[in-house]
């Protein structure tokens, strides 16, 4: 009887000790919140909002910049294609680049092509095979919108013309025959956005 009271005596203290122990575990930390990056603000140009973004409060002839990111979508596309201040020049203080805070974004920009009109086949010819290529240059009209990030609010709206000036010097072929559409001018739409982004 007592060899039978020493066997069961550990095997209740083991589970007791497990017990204590679950009940002194520390709790799991609550994951670190990532950055915003650009491609969370397309969410704006399909009526939606962005809660992360600091609300856009416009205060005119004091001088401050509301920093927006820039969007374009070309008739021949389901997504929009976020864009640098490299391939869009506007006020390098208005845009945020690759890299920067996009936690400080107020504004998103959305252009999109909603009609296009073939403007030229530029032809083109492999140097060392000699095998020709076909680019189709569109000539697009592009409504611009912009939005308030946080709020998801419209805030203005216009349309701007790409009109075609002559085939690019070059193009990165994959095809045989690709499409091209042109950009929009810049100075239109930083005309336009001035009054939200530097009110």
Same mark, same amino acid.
């Given at each position: 009887?007592?060899?039978?009271?020493?066997?069961?005596?550990?095997?209740?203290?083991?589970?007791?000790?497990?017990?204590?122990?679950?009940?002194?575990?520390?709790?799991?930390?609550?994951?670190?919140?990532?950055?915003?990056?650009?491609?969370?603000?397309? #969410?704006?140009?399909?009526?939606?909002?962005? =809660?992360?973004?600091?609300?856009?409060?416009?205060?005119?002839?004091?001088?401050?910049? &509301?920093?927006?990111?820039?969007?374009?979508? =070309?008739?021949?596309?389901?997504?929009?294609?976020?864009?640098?201040? =490299?391939?869009?020049?506007?006020?390098?203080?208005?845009?945020? =680049?690759?890299?920067?805070?996009?936690?400080?974004?107020?504004?998103?920009?959305?252009?999109?092509?909603?009609?296009?009109?073939?403007?030229?086949?530029?032809?083109?010819?492999?140097?060392?095979?000699?095998?020709?290529?076909?680019?189709?240059?569109?000539?697009?009209?592009?409504?611009?919108?912009?939005?308030?990030?946080?709020?998801?609010?419209?805030?203005?709206?216009?349309?701007?013309?790409?009109?075609? #000036?002559?085939?690019?010097?070059? &193009?990165?072929?994959?095809?045989?025959?690709?499409?091209?559409?042109?950009?929009?001018?810049?100075?239109?739409?930083?005309?336009?956005?001035?009054?939200?982004?530097?009110?």
């Amino acid at each position: 009887m007592s060899t039978k009271i020493r066997v069961v005596l550990p095997i209740a203290l083991i589970g007791l000790l497990l017990l204590a122990a679950c009940g002194e575990s520390t709790p799991t930390p609550e994951p670190t919140e990532r950055p915003l990056m650009s491609f969370d603000f397309e #969410e704006a140009c399909r009526r939606g909002s962005i =809660d992360r973004a600091p609300a856009y409060e416009p205060e005119a002839g004091s001088g401050k910049i &509301h920093p927006m990111v820039l969007f374009k979508r =070309d008739t021949a596309d389901d997504s929009y294609l976020d864009l640098s201040p =490299d391939s869009f020049e506007l006020p390098i203080p208005w845009m945020v =680049d690759y890299g920067g805070d996009y936690g400080t974004v107020e504004l998103v920009v959305c252009m999109t092509g909603i009609e296009s009109t073939l403007a030229e086949d530029c032809a083109y010819e492999d140097d060392d095979s000699g095998e020709e290529y076909t680019l189709h240059v569109y000539e697009t009209t592009y409504e611009v919108k912009v939005y308030a990030a946080h709020s998801g609010e419209e805030l203005g709206t216009t349309t701007v013309k790409a009109e075609f #000036e002559t085939c690019p010097m070059f &193009h990165m072929f994959s095809d045989k025959e690709e499409d091209s559409y042109v950009y929009p001018p810049v100075s239109p739409v930083q005309e336009f956005l001035q009054q939200y982004v530097e009110p």
